[in-house]
């Protein structure tokens, strides 16, 4: 399967599994209060697989002939090896693929200079290539946190 095609819906205990694959590009539902229905609902409408910790939810998904996967509790990336395996899915932190963590919009690159006053002076010095969220516009660089982000990757690989 083509690893982008897949979409998701997490359900509200797994926040920090659906911030990630936002940034590793992943189509990602995240809500906090939502009802049961609504998650299925989405899942069936948009065709989307559902992540859940739930294991009634779960097993009505399975029964409405919905893609579920049980994420038991497990930490993230044990839970992201799992996906991992269960979906054939290499993961990688690429800015151009990644969707906004905060609220699964596209990310685009953007001109360093129109973002000047949305940043911080250090970090306008510091790095040149931008990306900013076309739906809530959080402006996004390649700072620390990508290169936490690729070393766990790389753990996941060895799970
Ligand atoms: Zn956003």
């Known amino acids: ?53 739930d294991r009634q939810v779960h097993q009505k998904a399975i029964k409405e002939g919905l893609r579920s996967v049980l994420i038991p509790a497990i930490s993230k990336n044990e839970a992201l090896a799992l996906l991992s395996k269960t979906f054939n899915i290499q993961f990688d932190v690429n800015p151009s693929n990644s969707r906004c963590p905060i609220c699964n919009g596209n990310i685009v690159p953007v001109e360093k200079e129109i973002i000047r006053s949305q940043i911080p002076n250090q970090t306008f010095e ?34």
């Open 126 to 159: 510091k790095y040149d290539q931008f990306w900013q969220c076309v739906q809530c516009g959080k402006i996004y660089w390649i700072g620390g946190h990508y290169e936490s982000m690729r070393k766990i990757i790389a753990k996941i690989a060895s799970i």
């Open 1 to 53: 399967m083509e690893k982008l095609s897949l979409k998701f819906v997490v359900d509200s205990m797994l926040g920090r599994l659906a911030r990630w694959l936002r940034l590793t590009g992943f189509d990602t539902l995240y809500f906090k209060n939502e009802s049961d229905e609504k998650l299925l609902e989405r899942t069936h409408n948009e065709n989307r697989i559902l992540l859940t910790r």
